[in-house]
């Protein structure tokens, strides 16, 4: 009987063979890890500068990650069994009620206690800037009151970048995964449209602040949604990192990002 969608024993196996070998191809620096929870649902938001991005993240993650991806790669032979077994959930990227399919399909996830992995752009940037975040994260998140870690991701570009059919042997890269930001803080932010864009404010943020990118407040891509843009403050906030793994240090931060203003 089938679990449901995302990823299972396929993505396990792959990771415990892909994972020496690509530490041996590219030079791949991690940090923040040890704030990921050994157990228990999250949902990690990275910037998006390359294919390799969720390849990567999937790889070196110490957790079966489901991921979502486009549904274009459900038309090509080369890829349409293979990246549903390796826990990609397909999205249409035309937004609205055919991406609803995916989120229903990531909440399963989530419910199960497992990791989910979802790129707040919505495409990849071509540019280099990091683009204004879409609000899906955001609702999984408050619904299942589960907590988000932003992740940066610096150097894939040069790897493979956007138009490249092959990547760059023996070249680096760095994963940061961020602390984490919990929905119970934005519970009681007025109406849930208003919370849903600044907590997703708040992770576009501190995705800027482990990149270096510059920050653009439009949407990546030819097609933009209609969503509210709240001022940015700085504020005190408690994040997750104790509360999820006690030994990683302070739980108190300040928040260099955004919140209802």
């Known amino acids: 009987m089938s ?8 993505q396990r ?19 923040g890890y040890e704030r990921l929870p050994e157990h228990g649902p999250a949902i990690l938001c990275p910037n998006h500068i390359s294919f390799l ?58 419910q199960r206690g497992e990791l989910f992995g979802i790129f707040p752009e919505g495409t990849r940037s071509r540019n280099g800037v990091l683009h204004k975040g879409r609000t899906g994260a955001a609702r999984l998140a408050m619904k299942l009151q589960c907590p988000i870690f932003p992740v940066g991701i610096v150097g894939t570009e040069q ?29 009681d932010r007025g109406a849930e449209h208003l919370a849903w864009r600044s907590m997703t404010d708040e992770v576009m943020f501190e995705i800027r602040a482990l990149t270096g990118q510059e920050y653009v407040n439009t949407y990546a891509g030819a097609k933009a949604e209609t969503e509210p843009t709240l001022a940015a403050r700085v504020g005190a906030v408690t994040d997750l990192d104790h509360r999820l ?12 990002g955004v919140g209802a203003a």
């Open 3 to 10: 679990k449901g969608p995302g990823a299972g024993a396929t």
């Open 13 to 31: 196996r792959a990771r415990k063979v892909v994972q020496p070998v690509a530490s041996r191809l590219w030079d791949i620096e991690l940090s």
């Open 53 to 110: 991005d969720s390849a990567f993240l999937m790889v070196m993650s110490p957790r079966n990650i489901s991921f979502v991806g486009k549904a274009e790669y459900m038309d090509s032979w080369k890829t349409k069994f293979l990246f549903p077994a390796l826990g990609m959930i397909p999205i249409d990227r035309a937004g609205g009620d055919k991406s609803t399919d995916a989120l229903a399909a990531a909440e399963q996830v989530l």
């Open 159 to 187: 790897i493979q970048p956007p138009d490249a059919r092959l990547p760059k042997l023996f070249q680096s890269c760095q994963i940061k995964i961020g602390r984490a930001i919990d929905p119970m803080r934005y519970r």
């Open 245 to 256: 793994n006690p030994a990683s240090g302070s739980a108190e931060r300040e928040l260099v």
